[in-house]
């Protein structure tokens, strides 16, 4: 099975400041890579999606997608305390349809 | 909004019994999906499952793990003799199509014990 790299932090930032959450991938013919938010105990729940190189912004949530670099990161602007999470980055390889984990990111926002 | 749900939301088991955790996808979606996530671990793809049949399974779904739809709305998965190494917690997830968006929306989990 393909690979899903992430650093395991914890990334620690200070509450206002921009968080830059980071991935890396195996399979070139990934297609679809998704952002899931995991707070202790609970399960995952999505934040955003990207297809297509470049960038894709949502409210404080920005994805960044570069596949020639098999490299896709979340910046998250104005960090407040409640972001304070682990972060995992999920991949759907091609022919696939399952999801594919990193181990996450653990971050935490310093009030 | 409609969502993923599971029971129960804990189970403890002596190793060696049979388990049943039950989920209910969201009542429009297609593909149903079990993932596990060991304590401290990433989490894992067991199974997946569209049109009343598996459509992927990985390595850790052996012969001990089943799955079924034995209605239009609930989606189980069976563990038929326990091992300790099945503790764990266990999402169960469902998407709305095979194309795209492929969004597939986590259930709040069942958190399973084997002693």
């Known amino acids: 099975q393909k690979e899903v790299e992430q650093n395991s932090g914890p990334l620690s930032v200070p509450e206002g400041a921009i968080a830059s959450l980071n991935c890396t991938y195996s399979?070139?013919?990934?297609?679809?890579f998704f952002w899931y938010r995991q707070y202790s105990g609970k399960s995952p729940e999505l934040i955003m999606f990207i297809y297509s190189n470049g960038d894709k912004e949502d409210g404080r949530f920005t994805a960044q997608l570069n596949k020639a670099s098999q490299y896709v990161s979340l910046l998250i602007r104005d960090s407040q305390p409640s972001d304070s999470a682990t972060y995992l980055c999920?991949?759907?390889?091609?022919?696939?349809?399952?999801?594919?984990f990193g181990a996450g990111t653990i971050l935490r926002v310093k009030s | 909004e409609p969502e993923v749900t599971q029971t129960p939301s804990h189970q403890v088991t002596q190793m060696g019994q049979e388990v049943i955790l039950r989920c209910v996808p969201i009542s429009n979606h297609l593909y149903f999906y079990w993932y596990r996530q060991i304590l401290g671990q990433k989490v894992e793809f067991l199974v997946s499952?569209?049109?009343?049949?598996?459509?992927?399974k990985s390595e850790i779904f052996d012969d001990q793990f089943s799955v079924e739809r034995p209605d239009g709305s609930n989606f189980t998965l069976k563990i038929r003799s326990t091992k300790l190494e099945d503790s764990a917690m266990y999402f169960c997830?469902?998407?709305?199509?095979?194309?795209?968006?492929?969004?597939?929306?986590f259930g709040p989990g069942t958190r399973l014990l084997v002693l």
């Open positions: 399979d070139r013919g990934s297609q679809s």
């Open positions: 997830a469902s998407r709305l199509t095979g194309g795209y968006p492929e969004t597939q929306y």
């Open positions: 999920a991949v759907i390889e091609e022919y696939g349809n399952k999801l594919v």
């Open positions: 499952f569209y049109n009343n049949e598996i459509s992927e």
